[in-house]
């Protein structure tokens, strides 16, 4: 077995077990402890959707963001929390952030990074907090609940589902909500805890299936899911969870002496993301590909090779060759497309599926991305470095931390925002798990003798 299937299985760890012990599905209303003074602010924090209100942005999961970085105004700030930040942050009303953590409680943080509440749930919390339309929060755990909560952190309704939950749910204009589970389904919840369907992706051999992957959702409201051991995407009416389509990526023989023989195709890990015209666009492990799919009847438009380039040097076996997506790729506000795999490589594809540019950045790669208003792409990876490239592969900044930052979010006064898990990095260090903001003041230049995009 590989490193790279080791560690798929090893985040699945517990599952099967989990799904024999968990009680029969059941809503049930729950007070957790809060801790900190509702400020005046607070208590009338308006019920409105955050400018960032879930992994990757909207719900399209486009990591485009409205506002401009590189704002001289922008002030730093940081701020530790108690656990490792699996998911992205989100930012709510009023600029205010709010960050989930392995140890069990969900933060939030003002604008200038002033704590306003904190909850605890006793339950490590997995996903990115995502807000619905009236201010309510859901975040998933790895009890396997689903967790609700009004702006100020008080609990609402829980929903026990029988598989971890690293899916950021995405809410519908309607307040319904949607996510996936480590159990292989995907959960369909009125704004109140109803149970509307869930919709079960298939497994592959022994794997029992598994949904690692955020819901997207369309401009029709279709929602697109895939499960990490089915190389499918699928595209499910949000009326009853029935499949509308499935695009298989189970493209090439398992046997490559036998075309003949079964086919077998890349693992979908990342969320599905949908573009300005409604393409899909979808990365996966085991495959260097991104696929454009279409939202009519799930075709594949087009599909790009990352590694068929003359920028990387595939036989130099300085990262893995069969490199692949474990993050989602961005969509420019031009509609290009911004990818990156596990390796040290930013790409920009246009949206016919041409490889515009490919740029080195440091030495280790695990990017994850968001483009701003003005194009400029923000790629925080595991080196520590958050770097900063225009739309032409120029790179013209980067930040240095202290660990390893991950899901950068450009705020309303020019920041960018950033989680800094301390509990994940191989760094040697002391410092511990932050949520901090970077300004363009201790923007640093280039490295060294950057690489020219080609």
């Known amino acids: 077995m590989d490193t790279k299937t080791s560690i798929v299985l090893l985040a699945c760890a517990g599952v099967l077990g989990f799904a024999l012990t968990a009680r029969s599905d059941a809503v049930r209303r729950s007070s957790y402890a809060l801790t900190g003074t509702l400020q005046a602010a607070d208590a009338n924090c308006p019920a409105a959707e955050g400018r960032w209100p879930s992994l990757g942005g909207d719900y399209t999961r486009s990591g485009l963001s409205s506002d401009e970085g590189l704002i001289a105004e922008a002030g ?16 709510g009303c009023d600029g205010r952030v709010h960050v989930a953590c ?91 805890g109803g149970k509307r369907w869930s919709f079960q992706t298939e497994a592959s051999a022994n794997l029992q299936g598994a949904v690692f992957a955020s819901p997207s959702i369309g401009a029709d409201g279709t929602i697109y899911i895939a499960g990490l051991y089915d190389p499918t995407l699928y595209a499910l009416d949000p009326a009853d969870g029935s499949v509308k389509w499935a695009c298989s990526f189970a493209l090439y023989p398992e046997n490559p002496n036998d075309p003949n023989s079964a086919r077998t195709g890349g693992w979908p890990f990342t969320s599905p993301v949908v573009g300005p015209d409604g393409t899909i666009y979808q990365t996966l492990l085991y495959d260097s590909h991104l696929y454009a799919i279409e939202p009519s009847d799930g075709t594949i438009r087009w599909s790009v090779d990352l590694l068929d380039t003359p920028v990387i040097d595939t036989t130099a076996m300085e990262f893995d060759p069969y490199a692949d997506g474990w993050s989602e790729p961005v969509v420019g506000p031009d509609g290009t497309i911004y990818v990156s795999l596990d390796d040290p490589y930013l790409r920009a594809v246009d949206p016919g599926g041409a490889l515009k540019w490919t740029v080195r950045l440091g030495d280790l790669g695990g990017f994850t991305l968001t483009v701003d208003a003005n194009g400029l792409v923000y790629a925080a990876c595991d080196d520590g470095c958050v770097y900063v490239v225009d739309a032409d592969g120029r790179q013209i900044g980067r930040w240095q931390t202290a660990g390893w930052p991950a899901y950068p979010i ?12 301390q509990d994940y990095s191989m760094l040697i260090t002391d410092a511990a798990n932050t949520v901090q903001t970077l300004s363009v003041e201790s923007l640093q230049e280039p490295a060294p003798e950057p690489a020219m995009a080609q």
Request: aromatic share 10%; charged share 15%.
């Open 76 to 91: 730093e700030w940081s701020r530790e929390v108690g656990g490792a930040v699996v998911g992205s942050a989100t930012v």
């Open 102 to 192: 392995e140890d069990g409680k969900l933060y939030t943080l003002d604008a200038g990074g002033v704590p306003l509440w904190t909850t605890d749930v006793n339950a490590p919390l997995l996903s990115a907090p995502s807000i619905g339309p009236d201010g309510r929060l859901f975040v998933g755990g790895r009890d396997g609940k689903l967790y609700s909560f009004d702006p100020n952190g008080r609990a609402g309704w829980t929903y026990a589902v029988g598989g971890e939950i690293y899916s950021s749910p995405a809410i519908a204009s309607n307040g319904n909500v949607y996510f996936g589970s480590t159990n292989g389904r995907l959960h369909a919840f009125t704004a109140d």
């Open 410 to 421: 450009v705020t309303a006064d020019g920041a960018v925002l950033v989680t800094d898990s």
